[in-house]
Protein backbone atom coordinates (compact mmCIF):
# COMPACT_ATOMS: atom_id res chain seq x y z
CA UNK A 1 0.00 0.00 0.00
CA UNK A 2 1.52 3.00 -1.13
CA UNK A 3 2.10 5.78 1.88
CA UNK A 4 -1.15 8.31 2.64
CA UNK A 5 -3.19 5.95 0.34
CA UNK A 6 -6.99 5.29 2.27
CA UNK A 7 -7.88 3.09 -0.58
CA UNK A 8 -5.70 0.78 -2.39
CA UNK A 9 -7.72 -1.29 -5.21
CA UNK A 10 -4.87 -4.23 -7.09
CA UNK A 11 -6.34 -6.18 -10.00
CA UNK A 12 -9.67 -6.04 -8.61
CA UNK A 13 -12.19 -8.45 -10.70
CA UNK A 14 -15.69 -9.49 -9.89
CA UNK A 15 -17.06 -12.60 -12.30
CA UNK A 16 -20.85 -13.72 -11.75
CA UNK A 17 -21.86 -16.67 -14.00
CA UNK A 18 -24.73 -16.91 -15.22
CA UNK A 19 -27.26 -19.99 -14.90
CA UNK A 20 -29.37 -20.85 -17.90
CA UNK A 21 -32.07 -23.98 -18.72
CA UNK A 22 -29.86 -26.58 -20.54
CA UNK A 23 -27.19 -24.61 -21.91
CA UNK A 24 -23.32 -23.92 -20.92
CA UNK A 25 -23.08 -21.56 -18.29
CA UNK A 26 -21.64 -18.13 -19.66
CA UNK A 27 -19.82 -15.83 -17.30
CA UNK A 28 -20.01 -11.67 -17.23
CA UNK A 29 -17.06 -9.34 -15.75
CA UNK A 30 -18.90 -7.19 -13.75
CA UNK A 31 -15.11 -5.36 -12.80
CA UNK A 32 -11.71 -6.75 -14.71
CA UNK A 33 -8.48 -5.68 -13.60
CA UNK A 34 -9.56 -2.76 -11.95
CA UNK A 35 -6.48 -1.38 -10.00
CA UNK A 36 -5.92 2.39 -7.85
CA UNK A 37 -4.97 4.48 -5.00
CA UNK A 38 -6.75 7.29 -3.48
CA UNK A 39 -4.76 9.15 -1.32
CA UNK A 40 -6.38 10.88 1.67
CA UNK A 41 -7.84 14.26 1.06
CA UNK A 42 -8.62 13.32 -2.85
CA UNK A 43 -12.29 13.24 -3.84
CA UNK A 44 -13.43 11.03 -6.67
CA UNK A 45 -16.45 10.82 -8.98
CA UNK A 46 -17.73 7.06 -10.42
CA UNK A 47 -19.27 7.91 -13.76
CA UNK A 48 -19.72 5.20 -16.54
CA UNK A 49 -22.85 3.94 -18.51
CA UNK A 50 -25.33 1.55 -17.24
CA UNK A 51 -23.51 -2.34 -16.63
CA UNK A 52 -20.00 -0.36 -15.95
CA UNK A 53 -19.29 -1.71 -12.81
CA UNK A 54 -19.71 1.36 -10.44
CA UNK A 55 -22.34 0.01 -7.61
CA UNK A 56 -20.45 -3.67 -7.71
CA UNK A 57 -17.46 -1.49 -7.23
CA UNK A 58 -18.91 0.31 -4.26
CA UNK A 59 -20.30 -2.73 -3.36
CA UNK A 60 -17.23 -4.51 -2.96
CA UNK A 61 -15.52 -1.39 -0.82
CA UNK A 62 -18.19 -1.42 1.65
CA UNK A 63 -18.12 -5.34 2.30
CA UNK A 64 -21.57 -6.10 0.84
CA UNK A 65 -19.98 -8.46 -2.35
CA UNK A 66 -16.79 -10.58 -2.41
CA UNK A 67 -14.48 -9.76 -5.35
CA UNK A 68 -13.81 -13.19 -7.27
CA UNK A 69 -10.02 -12.06 -7.41
CA UNK A 70 -7.76 -9.14 -6.53
CA UNK A 71 -6.93 -7.08 -3.25
CA UNK A 72 -8.59 -4.16 -1.23
CA UNK A 73 -6.63 -2.07 1.33
CA UNK A 74 -9.23 0.27 3.37
CA UNK A 75 -7.38 2.76 5.83
CA UNK A 76 -10.52 3.20 7.98
CA UNK A 77 -13.98 2.66 7.61
CA UNK A 78 -16.70 2.80 4.81
CA UNK A 79 -20.02 3.21 4.96
CA UNK A 80 -22.07 2.50 1.52
CA UNK A 81 -25.86 5.50 1.03
CA UNK A 82 -25.96 3.21 -2.32
CA UNK A 83 -29.51 3.66 -3.59
CA UNK A 84 -30.79 4.40 -6.77
CA UNK A 85 -32.80 7.81 -7.28
CA UNK A 86 -32.90 7.94 -3.01
CA UNK A 87 -33.68 11.48 -2.03
CA UNK A 88 -33.12 12.95 -5.21
CA UNK A 89 -34.43 16.02 -5.96
CA UNK A 90 -35.67 16.34 -10.08
CA UNK A 91 -35.83 20.40 -9.60
CA UNK A 92 -31.75 20.34 -8.71
CA UNK A 93 -28.70 19.81 -10.45
CA UNK A 94 -26.65 17.01 -10.33
CA UNK A 95 -24.38 18.83 -8.25
CA UNK A 96 -27.13 20.39 -5.87
CA UNK A 97 -28.41 16.65 -5.25
Not at 31 to 43: A, F, N, Q, T, V
Amino acid sequence: MIKDCVISIKELTKTYVMKSNGAQDATFNALSSLSLDIKKGERWGLIGKNGSGKSTLLLILSSILKPSSGEVHIDGSISHILEVGGNFIPDLTGREN
